[in-house]
């Protein structure tokens, strides 16, 4: 064998180890026959070789380990054996493999990840180039740093029921929204639910980034709504679906039945005393449930006022009136303007009107049209698995309504 595929312990950037010097000479001698090119060993010569190096390895040193995991980590070619037993290694072993080895499968990634240690996880989650499949499994850990590795990896691909499963993730870590939000793979239906824990900076990227127009599905269902009329909306699936569309978002039903003659007059209305009546009112004249109506005005940060303003036409001294009926203030002690209030008069002016009625919708969409006693009794319980995986609103309504009708 060359002289040049024998290396010693200062060539591999390791310090040289006392002890047995035929089991040292011996695993150098084994570790440059895996290394062997094709046209010198064939691969069956390789996998036996690997053999009897697992089996030294065993009850070699950790020291000994790594020299041979620094030695076999560039190869193209490893036995899976081999390979099997230095990805399950110690950290320290396993990372020259994690970091260097580019011939690594998903099976090889997957499996250590499945049966390693965090580190090892962690290791794997900066990888280049991980594929939907690996990504996934680390990330149903649910480890926080191999999560927040993961989604800083920009090579990474990452598939929409991993994407889903981090979101509802983030509702009890929301330093995870902001990482979210940068990756290319996130859909509005998260996005939207995540709004309701993401902090202010987060929210407005949502709302800027996520808040999309409807004006493509518009003109194509244009010629939809007089054939749904004709059949007086008797279908509820085209009914659900076209209330989505429509352009209109104020009811004009509700106003007939209504002891007020607009919005603008029940928003006037609150400013003397808000009550659960005044509330529902408000709820029904701008065209969505009292349930979404309630999740809206009871939000902590206050964006989803303007929203609803912005969608149904309201004006910003109505918003302002909204917001001293809910007894918000609109400056702070020292006189500046309250970073709550500012936030959302920055909020009003930054969304269209189409944009705006979008996210209205879409939260009344998935916060009511999907709330069935099933699903209900399901997030009183915390059974996740109940929701329908491929209903967004489901999904939605079970991570955007835990906090309110959870246990």
Same mark, same amino acid.
């Given at each position: 064998?060359?002289?040049?595929?024998?290396?010693?312990?200062?060539?591999?950037? $390791?310090?040289?180890? =006392?002890?047995?010097?035929?089991?040292?000479?011996?695993?150098?001698?084994?570790?440059?026959?895996?290394?062997?090119?094709?046209?010198?060993?064939?691969?069956?010569?390789?996998?036996?070789?690997?053999?009897?190096?697992?089996?030294?390895?065993?009850?070699? @040193? /950790?020291?000994?380990? /790594?020299?041979?995991?620094?030695?076999?980590?560039?190869?193209?070619?490893?036995?899976?054996?081999?390979?099997?037993?230095?990805?399950?290694?110690?950290?320290?072993?396993?990372?020259?493999?994690?970091?260097?080895?580019?011939?690594?499968?998903?099976?090889?990634?997957?499996?250590?990840?499945?049966?390693?240690?965090?580190?090892?996880?962690?290791?794997?989650?900066?990888?280049?180039?991980?594929?939907?499949?690996?990504?996934?499994?680390?990330? @149903?850990?649910?480890?926080?740093?191999?999560?927040?590795?993961?989604?800083?990896?920009?090579?990474?691909?990452?598939?929409?029921?991993? %994407?889903?499963?981090?979101?509802?993730?983030?509702?009890?870590?929301?330093?995870?929204?902001?990482?979210?939000? &940068?990756?290319?793979?996130? &859909?509005?239906?998260?996005?939207?639910?995540?709004?309701?824990?993401?902090?202010?900076?987060?929210?407005? %990227?949502? +709302?800027?980034?996520?808040?999309?127009?409807?004006?493509?599905?518009?003109?194509?269902?244009?010629?939809? !709504?007089?054939?749904?009329?004709? /059949?007086?909306?008797?279908?509820?699936?085209?009914?659900?679906? $076209?209330?989505?569309?429509?352009?209109?978002?104020?009811?004009?039903?509700?106003?007939?039945?209504?002891?007020?003659?607009?919005?603008?007059?029940?928003?006037?209305?609150?400013?003397?005393? !808000?009550?659960?009546?005044?509330?529902?009112? %408000?709820?029904?004249?701008?065209?969505?449930?009292?349930?979404?109506?309630?999740?809206?005005? @009871?939000?902590?940060?206050?964006?989803? $006022?303007?929203?609803?303003?912005?969608?149904?036409?309201?004006?910003?001294?109505?918003?302002?009136?909204?917001?001293?009926?809910?007894?918000?203030? /609109?400056?702070?002690?020292?006189?500046?303007?309250?970073?709550?209030?500012?936030?959302?008069?920055?909020?009003?002016?930054?969304?269209?009107?189409?944009?705006?009625?979008?996210?209205?919708?879409?939260?009344?969409?998935?916060?009511?049209?999907? $709330?069935?006693? =099933?699903?209900?009794?399901? %997030?009183?319980?915390?059974?996740?698995?109940?929701?329908?995986?491929? @209903?967004?609103?489901?999904?939605?309504?079970?991570? =955007? +309504?835990?906090?309110?009708?959870?246990?």
């Amino acid at each position: 064998m060359s002289d040049a595929l024998l290396l010693d312990d200062e060539a591999l950037g $390791l310090p040289r180890q =006392a002890g047995f010097r035929a089991r040292h000479a011996l695993l150098k001698r084994l570790a440059d026959v895996v290394s062997l090119p094709a046209s010198r060993i064939n691969a069956f010569e390789r996998a036996v070789t690997g053999d009897l190096l697992v089996e030294m390895l065993r009850l070699a @040193s /950790e020291d000994e380990r /790594e020299k041979v995991a620094v030695r076999l980590a560039p190869l193209n070619e490893l036995p899976n054996t081999l390979t099997r037993l230095l990805l399950r290694d110690e950290p320290r072993i396993a990372r020259h493999l994690f970091e260097q080895c580019a011939s690594l499968t998903d099976a090889d990634l997957v499996a250590a990840a499945r049966d390693a240690q965090q580190a090892h996880r962690e290791m794997i989650a900066h990888r280049r180039g991980l594929s939907e499949v690996v990504s996934e499994t680390l990330l @149903s850990f649910g480890e926080t740093e191999v999560i927040q590795a993961v989604l800083k990896n920009q090579t990474a691909r990452l598939s929409q029921v991993a %994407i889903e499963g981090v979101v509802s993730l983030s509702r009890e870590a929301p330093e995870l929204c902001g990482l979210l939000l &940068r990756r290319p793979e996130l &859909r509005p239906s998260g996005a939207y639910v995540m709004f309701w824990w993401a902090g202010p900076e987060d929210r407005r %990227i949502i +709302l800027s980034r996520f808040g999309v127009s409807r004006e493509v599905m518009q003109e194509v269902s244009e010629d939809i !709504f007089p054939m749904a009329a004709r /059949e007086n909306w008797q279908d509820p699936v085209s009914r659900k679906a $076209l209330q989505f569309i429509e352009r209109r978002q104020r009811n004009r039903a509700a106003i007939e039945k209504s002891p007020y003659d607009s919005l603008e007059q029940a928003v006037a209305a609150a400013e003397a005393g !808000f009550s659960r009546e005044i509330a529902a009112e %408000i709820s029904y004249l701008a065209g969505i449930k009292p349930l979404t109506g309630a999740k809206l005005l @009871s939000d902590a940060g206050g964006e989803p $006022l303007a929203i609803l303003c912005k969608a149904t036409g309201m004006t910003k001294n109505d918003l302002t009136r909204l917001w001293r009926a809910m007894r918000r203030p /609109e400056v702070l002690s020292d006189g500046t303007l309250s970073p709550a209030w500012e936030r959302v008069l920055v909020t009003y002016d930054m969304m269209a009107v189409d944009r705006a009625q979008t996210v209205l919708r879409y939260w009344n969409w998935s916060l009511s049209s999907a $709330l069935t006693p =099933a699903l209900l009794r399901a %997030i009183r319980e915390g059974d996740e698995q109940s929701a329908d995986e491929y @209903s967004a609103p489901e999904r939605a309504a079970m991570l =955007a +309504l835990a906090s309110d009708f959870g246990r």
